[in-house]
Nanobody, 126 residues
Framework: QVQLVESGGGLVQAGGSLRLSCAAS?????MGWFRQAPGKEREVVGA?????????????YYAEFVKGRFTISRDDAKNTVSLQMNSLKPEDTAVYYC?????????????????WGQGTQVTVSS
């Protein structure tokens, strides 16, 4: 059983940056970040595949609304995945969730993920 623990959320002013981290216990393959704002459905922020060749960078996917602002990275030696968020906007305010799946390809739909973290709150003030 894989357990995921997110950290790094908080309150930041618009234009600022935050870095979220997700520590996994157990073997993980493709991973993703999702977010859910009050009254809205959970949506994908980005995802990263897993490669058996450690020198290869995992293929990444980003939602259109974060392209150029957010970056996903993973450190398989430490079993962590991070989400660097720059140029934050008030509309980025949400609970952010880390997710992992049992296959290597990145996925964009919540139902494709097998494991979820508890979420971390990100609040961006205007």
């Amino acid at each position: 059983q894989v357990q995921l623990v997110e950290s790094g959320g908080g309150l930041v002013q618009a234009g600022g940056s935050l870095r979220l981290s997700c520590a996994a216990s157990g073997r993980t393959y493709a991973m993703g970040w999702f977010r859910q704002a009050p009254g809205k459905e959970r949506e994908v922020v980005g995802a990263i595949s897993w490669s058996a060749i450690s020198r290869m960078v995992g293929h990444t996917y980003y939602a259109e609304f974060v392209k150029g602002r957010f970056t996903i990275s993973r450190d398989d030696a430490k079993n962590t995945v991070s989400l660097q968020m720059n140029s934050l906007k008030p509309e980025d305010t949400a609970v952010y969730y880390c997710a992992a799946r049992n296959t290597v390809d990145a996925a964009t739909r919540a139902w494709e993920y097998n494991y979820w973290g508890q979420g971390t709150q990100v609040t961006v003030s205007s």
